[in-house]
């Protein structure tokens, strides 16, 4: 393992292997899971029975015609959406068989429904009718079940109702709070001026540890950036990585010593793809390098010093974590990478140099991190940490597999023992260019599925490191 080059630096610790069956082991012991137990499988084996009723009548054009034709608009609806996902490049993963088979599933819902809507009695149109919108909740339950993204029911709701987060205040608030006591951090929605990159972002998030409320004026404190995935809303690291807990439990060991962290916007919307890059999807690295950084020390009075700052990304915000560092220097120099890419990704190399640089190939080349470190020669003080995953291997294929995982539920989270997707092995290829430039880095790779459950898991791993890297006390026990 290679040194690591910041005063104190404690050796990064490895992180637990995590399935989305064993949240409730590890993170999530609260609320009613929406990836495993009773209420999934409740849901779609409903589902289920309701569509079999639907299915079930007996006239000879049905079984000979309207049936087969509604059965061939199911397979053709989930072919479509399959070559979709795949072509627009949107997952890193593949996505599991259930998926496929329930988007099927509405649309053959929904053209059962029509077919036989003349023939059928009052009763039984109503049940028809029922299937679509219950198809359509158990292809959500698989879906969420593939990337974690809500582990409960009350998450979830959360989400949905746009209830406060937790610790959640406002910026007003603040004042009173000065030269006070603060037990746990505070969490204040900002509206960050995007007058240096014009990128039209949301609310972001600003989590303020008790350390910041000390003393008649903030102490200049460092600084981490928390960039999700490629789906993502600002509050995702706390509502589905639900991250706040160890953050509380760490902070509280640590004397309220933590640094700033920053949940920003890098896509401006759910599904605007921005790999955190500049070009015709928005301005959104230059949202993160010059609007944010200005706002955060001059607002919150945290420190200018790129020793003081650093970026932690999971999955999309892992490659743009990476990406920051080495074009930025001048401004962090530290960063962890959770299971991102070898580089910014919109599909093949050609689909991303259209869709993110507007088929600008040197665009292209200056947001590659490969093509960056190369150009820039040796770096002074930046160090990265990358936890990688690896697939799970099948049931019977003769290895072991790390604690922690459940063949069960092999594929839940896109890894099912399937081909490389372009992640696995990033992190080793790009820590090897790292080490050739002089910037110090670790790779770890665990076994899991690329779920918020194993961004959480790693997040709570690694901030001992990145808390000793920006110069502040790490607790004993970390």
Same mark, same amino acid.
């Not at 507007?358 to 947001?367: L, T």
């Given at each position: 393992?290679?040194?690591?080059?910041?005063?104190?630096?404690?050796?990064? %610790?490895? *992180?637990?292997?995590?399935?989305? !069956?064993?949240?409730?082991?590890? #993170?999530?012991?609260?609320?009613?899971?929406?990836?495993?137990?009773?209420?999934? $499988?409740?849901?779609?084996?409903? *589902?289920?029975?309701?569509?079999?009723?639907?299915?079930?009548?007996?006239?000879?054009?049905?079984?000979?015609?309207?049936?087969?034709?509604?059965?061939?608009?199911?397979?053709?609806?989930?072919?479509?959406?399959?070559?979709?996902?795949?072509?627009?490049?949107?997952?890193? &993963?593949?996505?599991? $068989?259930?998926?496929?088979?329930?988007?099927?599933?509405?649309?053959?819902?929904?053209?059962?429904?029509?077919?036989?809507?003349?023939?059928?009695?009052?009763?039984?149109?109503?049940?028809?009718?029922?299937?679509?919108?219950?198809?359509?909740?158990?292809?959500?339950?698989?879906?969420?079940?593939?990337?974690?993204?809500?582990?409960?029911?009350?998450?979830?709701?959360?989400?949905?109702?746009?209830? %406060?987060?937790?610790?959640?205040?406002?910026?007003?608030? $603040?004042?009173?709070?000065?030269?006070?006591?603060?037990?746990?951090?505070?969490?204040?929605?900002? /509206?960050?001026?995007?007058?240096?990159?014009?990128?039209?972002?949301? *609310?972001?998030?600003?989590?303020?540890?008790?350390?910041?409320?000390?003393?008649?004026? %903030?102490?200049?404190?460092?600084?981490?950036?928390?960039? @999700?995935?490629?789906?993502?809303?600002? #509050?995702?690291?706390? /509502?589905?990585?639900?991250?706040?807990?160890?953050?509380?439990?760490?902070?509280?060991?640590?004397?309220?010593?933590?640094?700033?962290?920053?949940?920003? &916007?890098?896509? =401006?919307?759910?599904?605007?793809?921005?790999?955190?890059?500049?070009?015709?999807? @928005?301005?959104?690295?230059?949202?993160?390098?010059?609007?944010?950084?200005?706002?955060?020390?001059?607002?919150?009075?945290?420190? !200018?010093?790129?020793?003081?700052?650093?970026?932690?990304?999971?999955?999309?915000?892992?490659?743009?974590?990476?990406?920051?560092?080495?074009?930025?220097?001048?401004?962090?120099?530290?960063?962890?990478?959770?299971?991102?890419?070898?580089?910014?990704?919109?599909?093949?190399?050609?689909?991303?140099?259209?869709?993110?640089?507007?088929?600008?190939? &040197?665009?292209?080349?200056?947001?590659?991190?490969?093509?960056?470190?190369?150009?820039?020669?040796?770096?002074?003080?930046?160090?990265?940490?990358?936890?990688?995953?690896?697939?799970?291997?099948? !049931?019977?294929? =003769?290895?072991?597999?790390?604690?922690? *995982?459940?063949?069960?539920?092999? @594929?839940?989270?896109?890894?099912?023992?399937?081909?490389?997707?372009?992640?696995?092995?990033?992190?080793?290829?790009?820590?090897?260019?790292?080490?050739?430039?002089?910037?110090?880095?670790?790779?770890?790779?665990?076994?899991? =599925?690329?779920?918020?459950?194993?961004?959480?898991?790693?997040?709570?791993?690694? $901030? %001992?490191?990145?808390? =000793?890297?920006? @110069?502040?006390?790490?607790?004993?026990?970390?």
């Amino acid at each position: 393992m290679p040194v690591l080059t910041a005063p104190p630096t404690p050796a990064p %610790p490895r *992180t637990i292997p995590v399935d989305p !069956a064993l949240n409730q082991q590890y #993170a999530f012991p609260h609320g009613i899971s929406l990836l495993h137990g009773w209420l999934p $499988l409740t849901l779609e084996l409903l *589902t289920a029975a309701i569509l079999l009723v639907a299915v079930a009548r007996r006239t000879r054009r049905w079984w000979l015609i309207e049936l087969p034709v509604s059965v061939a608009i199911g397979g053709a609806a989930a072919l479509a959406a399959r070559w979709y996902v795949a072509d627009e490049g949107l997952a890193s &993963d593949p996505a599991p $068989l259930q998926l496929w088979v329930w988007v099927g599933a509405v649309a053959a819902a929904a053209a059962i429904a029509v077919a036989g809507w003349s023939s059928a009695r009052w009763w039984r149109r109503g049940i028809a009718v029922l299937a679509i919108p219950l198809t359509l909740l158990s292809t959500g339950i698989v879906l969420n079940q593939w990337v974690g993204y809500y582990p409960t029911v009350q998450a979830a709701w959360g989400a949905a109702t746009a209830g %406060p987060l937790p610790h959640q205040t406002d910026l007003s608030a $603040l004042p009173a709070l000065r030269n006070t006591t603060v037990t746990d951090g505070k969490l204040v929605p900002v /509206r960050i001026p995007d007058a240096g990159s014009g990128f039209p972002h949301r *609310t972001e998030y600003v989590y303020l540890p008790p350390a910041w409320f000390a003393g008649p004026n %903030p102490p200049a404190l460092p600084v981490v950036m928390m960039i @999700g995935g490629e789906f993502n809303t600002p #509050a995702d690291w706390i /509502r589905s990585g639900q991250i706040m807990p160890a953050l509380d439990g760490f902070t509280r060991e640590n004397g309220g010593q933590a640094p700033i962290l920053v949940f920003v &916007d890098a896509s =401006g919307s759910f599904n605007n793809d921005t790999e955190c890059v500049d070009g015709p999807r @928005g301005d959104a690295a230059d949202h993160l390098t010059k609007d944010v950084p200005a706002y955060i020390r001059s607002r919150f009075g945290a420190s !200018a010093d790129p020793a003081l700052w650093a970026v932690l990304g999971w999955s999309m915000g892992g490659t743009c974590a990476v990406n920051l560092a080495v074009m930025h220097p001048d401004l962090l120099h530290t960063f962890v990478d959770i299971a991102g890419d070898l580089r910014p990704s919109s599909g093949s190399t050609e689909q991303t140099i259209s869709r993110l640089f507007g088929g600008n190939a &040197d665009a292209f080349a200056a947001f590659d991190p490969l093509t960056v470190m190369a150009r820039h020669g040796p770096y002074s003080g930046v160090a990265g940490l990358f936890d990688d995953l690896r697939p799970a291997p099948r !049931a019977g294929g =003769g290895n072991r597999r790390a604690p922690g *995982t459940d063949d069960a539920n092999a @594929g839940v989270g896109g890894r099912h023992g399937g081909p490389d997707s372009g992640e696995v092995g990033a992190a080793g290829k790009l820590c090897d260019a790292a080490r050739a430039v002089d910037i110090d880095c670790t790779v770890y790779t665990t076994e899991g =599925g690329h779920t918020w459950q194993f961004a959480s898991a790693a997040f709570t791993s690694s $901030l %001992p490191w990145v808390v =000793g890297r920006l @110069g502040l006390p790490v607790p004993a026990t970390s």
